[in-house]
């Protein structure tokens, strides 16, 4: 097996391992820190598709912004094993069948699927920089803008749920 | 393949020391400093000028009686100057500390690794840094420690924001993100911070948001927060945290350079360049980065014995109200020139 297999195998099993915790942990502040070994594993999985670009902002985003901000909050809320309320059981079920539903339909959905459907997918190195941005501005310009409209609007939103009084 | 091994290992281990010395000496300087700005003397008592003073500090912060908290979080209590330290000296690695060495018929470049996404594997690094901070904080168990925490997670995230915005920028002027393809470009012609003064005069203050420098050093603020973050912390690990930043200080300040001030290069290095031998000139230009990273951790605390600290919301709308909308005008600015100029 060439190394890079290994490496795969490894960071499988620590992505699945640290998942699995993150929702058996019952502190919170842990379960954010297997989160971000997770999002870390993740990150490694591109570097080895050879997409040094996604692996970065994967870092920077993911573990960077986004799990520091997870953090903040749960600190700052000061969760605690004792204080947190008792759940019932009818959300647990309904939780639990739902994201089953979901994974048999990804499942569904992916069964059938064709990797060189997709016309980057022939090219190995899609994920550096340079043709990443070119795929990106080029071939698919108006999604890119069209996402970036979307997340103008949810930061609006933000900002005017967070306002006290509305002038 | 096995001399290249060899070779890397010894670079990884010389940039290592040198960022373990340079940190060390920093805490003697900002004493030396603090102490001619207040029109002291300053530590003379161990060596010659007080030389030996990092050596008794590093002693008695390794003989100091090492406490843990019970009510603590002890896994956590110990992660967080680890973390601390490793991220303050993964950063290193893509500083180019000078120009190729030729030894036979190989030759040997003076930096670890250049890979093309550089200037990201800062933010990645930075952006990992303040989960030390944090996870020191909260295990601490401490309210002080715990507010530290927080304001230093909030503070990083503010100033990570212009900070990339600012490097956006520079990153339109030249091209690419491989730092050791930014120092190149400087060679024999302007430096950076003629292009971009406004961006360069961000990344600086943010520079010093980041490291938690004086003016923003409010993550361990004495006067409301006893000790901020560290404030459990006794013996090395305290020594941990307190090392990580003149770290952090000393690698912010080559990245400025890198950045900004031409990285290795000489000043006027083209007109001498055809005199002198190339390992001649590469030492020539290890030695001018260092100097030129000395005068930067100079400045950072020259700023920090003259400036008072900034209140938190004073910082927060620094940050958010100032920096960022000047980083993105000049995102906007720099973006119209280039069109002017033909450059696009």
């Known amino acids: 097996m060439p190394l890079s297999q290994y490496l795969f195998f490894f960071l499988s ?106 016309p980057a997918a022939r090219n190995s190195n899609i994920g550096l920089l340079e043709n990443l941005g070119n795929v990106l501005f080029k071939e698919y310009m108006l999604p890119f803008e069209i996402s970036s409209l979307l997340f103008l609007g949810a930061m609006v939103g933000a900002v005017f749920l967070s306002k006290k009084e509305i002038n | 393949m096995l001399v290249f091994v060899i070779y890397k290992i010894i670079l990884v281990l010389v940039v290592f020391a040198i960022s373990l010395g340079v940190a060390a000496y920093s805490t003697y300087a900002e004493r030396k400093v603090a102490a001619f700005m207040q029109d002291r003397v300053g530590p003379d008592r161990a060596g010659p000028f007080g030389l030996l003073q990092p050596l008794a500090d590093g002693l008695k912060m390794f003989m100091k009686e090492e406490i843990i908290p019970t009510v603590s979080n002890k896994f956590l209590f110990i992660l967080g100057p680890s973390l601390a330290m490793l991220t303050a000296l993964m950063a290193g690695v893509i500083i180019p500390w000078g120009g190729n060495i030729t030894m036979g018929n190989t030759s040997f470049p003076l930096q670890i690794t250049d890979i093309n996404i550089g200037i990201l594997y800062v933010f990645g690094v930075v952006s990992f840094g303040v989960y030390g901070i944090m996870i020191g904080g909260w295990a601490s168990n401490n309210k002080y420690s715990l507010l ?173 109200k100032i920096l960022i909308p000047l980083a993105i005008f000049n995102i906007l600015a720099t973006g119209v020139m280039m069109y002017a100029l033909g450059k696009v």
């Open chain 1, 13 to 118: 099993f620590v992505a699945v391992l640290s998942a699995l915790l993150v929702i058996l942990d019952k502190n919170p502040v842990h379960s954010v820190l297997y989160l971000i070994i997770t999002f870390f594993s993740i990150a490694g999985h591109f570097l080895l598709l050879n997409a040094n670009f996604l692996f970065i902002v994967q870092i920077i985003v993911y573990t960077g912004a986004i799990m520091v901000l997870f953090l903040y909050v749960i600190m700052m809320l000061n969760l605690n094993k004792e204080i947190e309320p008792h759940k019932k059981n009818i959300p647990k079920v309904a939780a639990a069948i739902s994201a089953g539903i979901f994974l048999m339909s990804l499942i569904a959905l992916l069964k059938g699927a064709d990797v060189n459907l997709l």
């Open chain 2, 148 to 320: 530290g925490a927080l304001r230093a997670s909030s503070q990083m995230i503010s100033y990570e924001i212009a900070m990339g915005l600012a490097i956006v920028a520079l990153v339109m002027t030249t091209g690419t993100l491989s730092l050791g393809e930014i120092v190149a470009q400087q060679s024999g012609t302007w430096f950076n911070f003629v292009y971009q003064p406004l961006g360069c005069l961000i990344f600086i203050i943010c520079a010093f948001a980041e490291t938690n420098r004086a003016p923003f050093d409010l993550p361990e603020c004495e006067t409301e927060l006893v000790g901020g973050y560290h404030t459990e912390y006794s013996s090395m690990k305290l020594g941990f945290y307190l090392f990580a930043e003149y770290i952090n200080m000393f690698i912010s300040s080559a990245i400025i350079v890198s950045l900004y001030f031409g990285g290795y290069n000489l000043p006027f290095q083209n007109l001498i360049t055809q005199y002198i031998d190339g390992n001649v000139l590469s030492i020539l230009q290890f030695l001018c980065f260092f100097t030129k990273v000395l005068m930067g951790i100079f400045f950072f605390m020259w700023v920090r014995w003259t400036i008072p600290r900034f209140r938190y919301d004073q910082l927060m709308n620094l940050g958010w």
